[in-house]
């Protein structure tokens, strides 16, 4: 067996199985938090020349190396090195390499343990920014889209049958307000992670006078987590991340797989942009929805990062085991995805038009009607469970008479069901005129569509 020299590895022999090597470093996958790695550094570092645990021009020194390393690697010049396992030894090694004593300093009361600990929590509220950004702009699109068809009617679906009808914008609307819970769910996460903690050392703090409340100010953290023991190995604010990246990507596969089915001839309800479909090799008239397919099929990359976070979380014995380095990997590829889902939803929505025409020639399928009339009889002292038996009724007599719509009965017949039927029924009987006549707070017609739209726009210019 090879041997190798880490400094921070004196109680080892030194044998080294290149196998073991590229099976435990993590540096191929976390030298992306070489910056928050650095910023938290340089915080400690501040923190201890206060504490006079190192001097000012110690602390100099190390500032000036930090930064010289963090340009080296933002310019591609640094070089990696897999024998030094993570970011945190390569970062370090670099600064001792530059400054010699002053970068062993650098490590007092700190163990790799609170530290990458800090970095995750550094890097997730920046990324919770990005990608609240993201919810934002694709919010934007669907409420500008939406602008376009507050007057337009489209059949609503439970279960897969016409049930309702509703304003294109009210559908549309219906994915901005899942988003803003998305939103909020981030902002929650980032409230909650926003702790520091750095000094809870290895597992048990330090018996040097750290001040952690003073690197914990100087990165900006709300304040400082107070069990050592449960600080170095809580990844709770993981588990949570990934499940809002998991939601989001739900919310979306619910929005592509509507498109998918409505760019389909059979509902022939939108025409998505040539630049969001590819064609077959085989098949030369396709116009494949790929993009819609691959934001429903990417939800299973969030789904597989978040079982993979809480096993990796599930009877871990107490405080900092390795198992946790695996962390990383799935919190980077939930929010990555989550990221490029929302970019391209945006993309899509902001090139997608309603087939309105084509959309209205079909009302008159599915009886979507059926509710408002009960509610017309509702409205002339009728009982609802009886009203809607005479509804339920007026259907049936429809289909066995060949009839397509309610409007097609004749007022003799309306009139034979009911004696409270009159003949402003017919008014009642459209679903335009349904939409219209909506009129609880929420509900899908284009009163309150506009009233949304109006709402959002505001809101979303805030923030
Ligand atoms: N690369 C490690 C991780 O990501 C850093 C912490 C290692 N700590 C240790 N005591 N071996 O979790």
């Not at 400094?7 to 590229?22: I, N, P, Q, T, Y």
């Not at 990934?242 to 089915?261: G, K, N, T």
Request: with cysteine.
């Amino acid at each position: 067996m090879a041997k190798a020299e880490k400094s921070w590895e004196k109680r080892l022999s030194g044998s080294v199985d290149e196998l073991a090597v590229h099976f435990v470093e993590s540096l191929s996958f976390d030298r992306r938090l070489y910056k928050v790695d650095i910023v938290g550094s340089i915080a400690h570092a501040e923190m201890l020349a206060a504490q006079k645990l190192m001097t000012n021009a110690e602390l100099a020194e190390i500032k000036r190396g930090l930064i010289e390393i963090g340009e080296e690697i933002a310019a591609g010049t640094f070089a990696f090195d897999v024998t030094q396992e993570d970011i945190h030894m390569a970062v370090e090694s670099a600064l001792i390499a530059k400054t010699g004593d002053a970068g062993r300093k650098l490590h007092t009361g700190r163990s790799r343990n609170d530290q990458v600990a800090t970095d995750i929590r550094l890097w997730m509220r920046d990324e919770i920014e990005i990608m609240q950004t993201h919810i934002t702009l694709l919010q934007r699109a669907l409420v500008k889209l939406a602008e376009k068809y507050t007057d337009a009617v489209m059949p609503a679906y439970t279960h897969l049958q016409r049930a309702q009808p509703v304003s294109i914008a009210s559908y549309l609307l219906s994915f901005v307000e899942m988003l803003a819970r998305d939103w909020s769910r981030l902002k929650d996460c980032r409230k909650r992670l926003n702790v520091c903690p750095l000094g809870s050392g290895a597992v048990g703090g330090s018996t040097l006078p750290l001040d952690r409340t003073k690197t914990a100010e100087l990165l900006g953290f709300a304040d400082i987590t107070y069990n050592s023991i449960d600080a170095v190995s809580d990844r709770d604010f993981c588990a949570e991340y990934i499940f809002c990246c998991s939601l989001i990507a739900a919310h979306l596969s619910r929005l592509a797989e509507d498109w998918i089915l409505y760019t389909a001839s059979e509902f022939g309800f939108i025409r998505t942009d040539d630049a969001y479909c590819t064609s077959s090799s085989m098949m030369p008239q396709k116009r494949n929805p790929d993009m819609l397919e691959l934001i429903r099929g990417k939800t299973g990359t969030a789904y597989g990062a978040l079982v993979a976070m809480l096993t990796i979380m599930k009877a871990q014995p107490s405080t900092y085991n390795r198992d946790l380095q695996e962390d990383k990997l799935h919190v980077f590829a939930a929010s990555d995805n989550a990221a490029a889902c929302l970019q391209m939803a945006e993309a899509i929505v902001s090139h997608t038009a309603f087939n309105t025409s084509k959309i209205a020639a079909g009302l008159d399928e599915g009886f979507l009607d059926a509710t408002a009339l009960a509610e017309y009889l509702v409205n002339r002292g009728v009982p609802f469970r009886q009203a809607h038996g005479i509804v339920g009724g007026l259907v049936a007599q429809c289909e066995k008479e060949g009839k397509q719509k309610l409007a097609d009965l004749s007022i003799e017949q309306f009139k034979a069901a009911c004696d409270k039927i009159h003949e402003d029924v017919y008014v009642a009987l459209n679903p335009a005129g349904v939409c219209q006549a909506y009129k609880t707070l929420g509900s899908a017609g284009p009163t309150a569509a506009k009233a949304q739209i109006k709402y959002w726009k505001e809101k979303l210019k805030e923030q």
